[in-house]
């Protein structure tokens, strides 16, 4: 089983500041990596997909980067509405994992 | 646009069994792998289980493996998982979800509103 380690696991920001989010693999997962926003009551939702591509409907200010093993999620000049909780997952094989999450609070 | 609503959720003793439902709109479950997946409450996400759209991959968490049976009904386009010998650490929310591509091994990018299971005595 691929185990994913996010950190920071709290990341304390301002709105318009810049957050960079981080995601390991205990093996290479070559791009098959996503990521996802959740806010609380809510169900997750899909920001990027392989590494790098966003979802539909996805502000520009969320971008994906990385390989291998090493990714990164970052957020440009954040809004008021992405202070949540933020997951890796990979797709390079079976079974799928999660990372433990990253939560983006208001300092 | 796609839509997926669970339903089934509840409270059960440990031992017992529930069966929770995913009704879709907007596209066709046959047609991309449809998966499960819970949240204990205030944890993380655990991948349940999943189904490729033509059913020939089907995979289940080694938590669940032997007590979880996934199935799909393309007619009624709808997905049900079937949870029998339920545990206390079975209890959070399950979400189902729509892959983004046709095999099991895929990212998701439509969830449901998750229906809460609760097992305990």
């Known amino acids: 089983e691929i185990v994913l380690t996010q950190s920071p696991v709290t990341l304390s920001l301002s709105p318009g500041e810049r957050a960079t989010l981080s995601c390991r693999a205990s093996?290479?997962?070559?791009?098959?990596l996503a990521w996802y926003q959740q806010k609380p009551g809510q169900a997750p939702r899909l920001l990027i997909y392989?590494?790098?591509n966003r979802a539909t409907g996805i502000p520009a200010r969320f971008s994906g980067g990385g390989s291998g093993t090493d990714f990164t999620l970052t957020i440009n000049s954040l809004e008021p509405e992405d202070f949540a909780v933020y997951y890796c997952?990979?797709?390079?094989?079976?079974?799928?994992?999660f990372g433990g999450g990253t939560t983006v609070e208001i300092k | 646009e796609v839509q997926l609503v669970e339903s089934g959720g509840g409270l059960v003793q440990p031992g017992g069994s529930l069966t929770l439902s995913c009704v879709a709109s907007?596209?066709?479950?046959?047609?991309?792998?449809m998966l499960w997946v819970r949240q204990a409450p205030g944890k993380g996400l655990e991948w349940v289980s999943g189904?490729?759209?033509?059913?020939?991959?089907?995979g289940y968490a080694d938590s669940v493996k032997g007590r979880f049976t996934m199935s799909r009904d393309n007619a009624k386009n709808s997905l049900y998982l079937q949870m029998d010998s339920l545990r206390p650490e079975d209890t959070g929310f399950y979400y189902c979800?729509?892959?983004?591509?046709?095999?099991?091994?895929?990212?998701?990018?439509?969830w449901g509103q998750g229906a809460l299971v609760t097992v305990s005595s």
């Open positions: 979800a729509k892959g983004r591509l046709v095999v099991v091994v895929t990212d998701l990018d439509y």
């Open positions: 907007g596209f066709s479950v046959g047609d991309y792998a």
């Open positions: 189904l490729s759209w033509d059913g020939s991959e089907r």
């Open positions: 093996q290479t997962v070559y791009t098959y």
């Open positions: 392989d590494t790098s």
């Open positions: 997952q990979q797709r390079r094989n079976w079974p799928l994992t």
